[in-house]
């Protein structure tokens, strides 16, 4: 398949040249180890911090609990707002923590009136939330969510960034986010296979009274490690160079810039399907990401049906996922990928809905 059909909510599509770049790449592991220690600048400006970013060679799932193990003492709340969080809180529970779950419908996302209200009662430690929600195209109101977090001093904010990170904002330090979690086959647009975590002073003190934490398994080792340039478990050498080159690719585009053109491609897909009466954004207005657009489609078209069609022309686009989801097509736009991209994908969606009815379920 050519690049730049790929339109997964999950991961960004690796860009070819990228991929050229990493053949023949044998580095010993101290070579390895020097590429790391030089990347961590540039990870620190991606996540907008000044404290060391964690590396590991293992999917973001493991990373996300070791950061729950370190964040979370007893009760934390979560905000669920689709299947991304839901699967945080599931996660959560299974550390054996207490889980309350802050419910929105879905489409929407949780607001800071709202957080003020569950932080009432009954008392948590920890606040945990998805930034970006792949199954739905919602955006959470981070900078406003950790506000409200940030007026209550015992509480830390979890969230996990893979779906954001590289795509919109996410201000580290200046929105007082205490571990944010980010995956290389998301927005970054790297081979999967590395995942990222960055810890404030807060996190990194509450870490230090918690027991058990072991070693592998401690978020502390993992950031003393990235403080000194190295990794706690050896790298793939092309996962290392492929991570050197996409930050270099990165800086060279600047952040700002990279922002602006996911948040383009969102209004790309507003402005089209504002001009349909077949499809609608499930997301309200302003509450968008500018990652992922999840389609409402009208009867009697489905997502897996619209989904597999967009396949045999050569398009890669999900259904929605979950109960009630059979009318939803999730559309990933995001890493390396921009506007001249999308605009095919658009014309092709809108040609098989004109149609019908190979389109329909």
Excluded: Y
């Excluded at 960034?161 to 330090?173: F, R």
């Excluded at 990194?204 to 592998?216: I, M, S």
């Excluded at 396949?311 to 996922?321: C, F, I, L």
């Amino acid at each position: 398949m050519p690049w730049g059909r790929r339109f997964l909510p999950d991961a960004g599509e690796v860009n070819p040249d990228l991929l050229a770049e990493l053949g023949g790449h044998a580095l010993a592991p101290d070579a390895v180890e020097q590429l790391l220690a030089l990347v961590q600048p540039r990870l620190r400006r991606l996540f907008r911090t000044a404290q060391p970013v964690a590396v590991a060679p293992a999917p973001a799932g493991i990373l996300r609990e070791i950061g729950l193990r370190a964040t979370i003492e007893h009760r934390v709340l979560v905000l669920v707002a689709g299947p991304d969080s839901a699967a945080l809180a599931d996660t959560a529970e299974a550390l054996g923590v207490e889980v309350i779950r802050m419910m929105v419908h879905p489409g929407r996302t949780p607001e800071s009136d709202q957080l003020e209200r569950f932080l009432a009662s009954p008392p948590v430690d920890s606040v945990a939330l998805v930034h970006s929600e792949a199954g739905t195209g919602a955006l959470a109101p981070l900078a406003a969510l950790a506000q409200v977090v940030r007026g209550r001093p015992d509480l830390l904010l979890f969230v996990d960034a893979t779906g954001s990170l590289g795509a919109t904002p996410v201000e580290t330090d200046a929105w007082g986010l205490d571990l944010v979690l980010a995956a290389s086959d998301g927005p970054l647009a790297l081979p999967a296979g590395l995942s990222f975590a960055a810890a404030s002073s807060r996190l990194v003190a509450r870490a230090r009274t918690l027991v058990g934490r072991g070693v592998l398994l401690d978020l502390l080792t993992h950031l003393t490690a990235a403080a000194e340039g190295t990794v706690l478990t050896p790298v793939d050498p092309v996962l290392a160079v492929a991570l050197d080159r996409q930050l270099e690719r990165i800086d060279r585009e600047g952040l700002p810039n990279r922002w602006a053109r996911h948040q383009m491609m969102a209004e790309m897909v507003e402005r089209w399907a504002s001009g349909r009466k077949d499809v609608a954004l499930l997301a309200a207005p302003g509450r968008r990401s500018p990652a992922v657009s999840c389609l409402e489609l009208v009867a009697p078209f489905t997502g897996s049906k619209v989904a597999e069609v967009l396949s045999r022309e050569g398009w890669q686009v999900a259904p929605g996922e979950g109960q009630g989801s059979e009318r939803l097509l999730r559309l990933g736009h995001m890493g390396e990928i921009g506007p001249e991209q999308l605009a095919p994908l658009l014309q092709a969606l809108g040609r098989r809905l004109d149609t019908g009815s190979d389109a329909a379920g």
